[in-house]
């Protein structure tokens, strides 16, 4: 009889710990679900943005074609990425597109000088940052789930649910070099 | 690399859960003393309610009430494009809703936060920090804050200050039940019992206070911690930490208040730049010394 307890016992506290962590799991995934889609927010928000800023400088930059061309080549291809890494990769492109947009248009005073060009680049730069801020939550969960999915005991309940690790979204350049100040001297 | 960050972080919540740990001893001790020697356990449970109530109360209105103090006006985007965009930005990276943020007029570099929870955090910066503060600089002070909303510290803050209450009401009561003659004494508490009830009345809220403080010194260490976790660069925040305590140093915020202070990012009185070692100072400081927060951040540099 007293076996019969113990017996009892142990399922009911291995059913409870099996419960917690798949509910550990679940919470986890939905949260890292969320902080993709807060990305997607931020990179649909580029997107808008792109078009009219390519028709304020369209007018000022005849000689500037490819530039152009190569930002908006760069938000379609960013537009249709299918995976992390490919999103990754592509709107790391079109972040260095733009990059190069706004270097020229350093060699037109009219266009620096247009109030509508100007709110552009400012909303482009905000919104750069904010990818990048929603980057970086979005990784603190996917570590924290692929910690958990690695880990013992909770990798056998991973296992068994078939929970997956989810990729990273990295960022090209070095993030150190992107935090420490640009000293800039006349 | 960030290991450091993560160890520091735990240990800095263990610590925080011990002292609240002996907090609740001292205090169900108290209890179960008085109402030993009162023969009534009623009194723990009414003290308990009471203290409850002013404070849950004082908790709910704690961010209007202390923005009124300070005389903190809400940032508007337009004109705070910066400090707004950035608060903005870390918010999402601490994955927290953004919180409110406020201006205070005022020419020494602080900053604070408060609201109940992170569904009412405001966050509220003095115009002499955004003067003397580089952008990485201010995102730390700015992380910092959001470390306090989001470990939740403004309700640790609360429930602590209730304990303190309750242990210094217990003690007040206790001493004048005993020199006015209430409570039946023939009741078990002989003439041994009585004196070390005396001391550890009159002994226990300065206990409770030192614990207090203790906590909001942790917190503030976890916050740092916590802040430079949020910005991945621990340097931002201690070269802030640095500026403020050379420019502040010695200098008394306008509206410095004994009732707020422990919410500030630096001590509202200017004596954190101070060599102030000696014991009674820094066991009734809510803030850990500057010095030691900058070695603190730097020890855990993220390379």
Redesign the interface.
Known sequence: MILLYILLGFVVVAGAWVAASYNGFIRLRTRAEEAWSDIDVQLKRRYDLIPNLIDTVKGYMNHERETLESVTKARTAAMGAGTVADQAASENMLTDALKSLFAVSESYPDLKANENFLELQRELTDTENKIQASRRFYNTNVRDLNIKIESFPSNIIAGIFNFVKREFFELAEDEQAAKDPVKVSF | MAANLYKNQSENIIKTWALMSVFFVLVIFLGLFASHYFGNPSIFYIAIAISLLMNVFSYWNSASLVLKISGAKPALKEEY?DLY?LT???S????LPMPKLYVIKESVPNAFATGRNKEHGVVAVTTGLLEIL???ELEGVIAHELAHIGNRDILLQTVVVVLVGLVTMLGDFFLRATFFGGGNRDNKAGGYLLIIGIILMILSPIIATIIQLMISRKREFLADSTGALI???PEGLASALEKISGFSSGKKMEKANHATAHMFFASPFGDHGKKHKSFMNKLFATHPPTEQRIAKLRGQRV?
């Open positions: 494009y965009t903005e930005n870390l999402i990276t601490a994955g580089e952008k990485n910005t991945r660069y390379e």
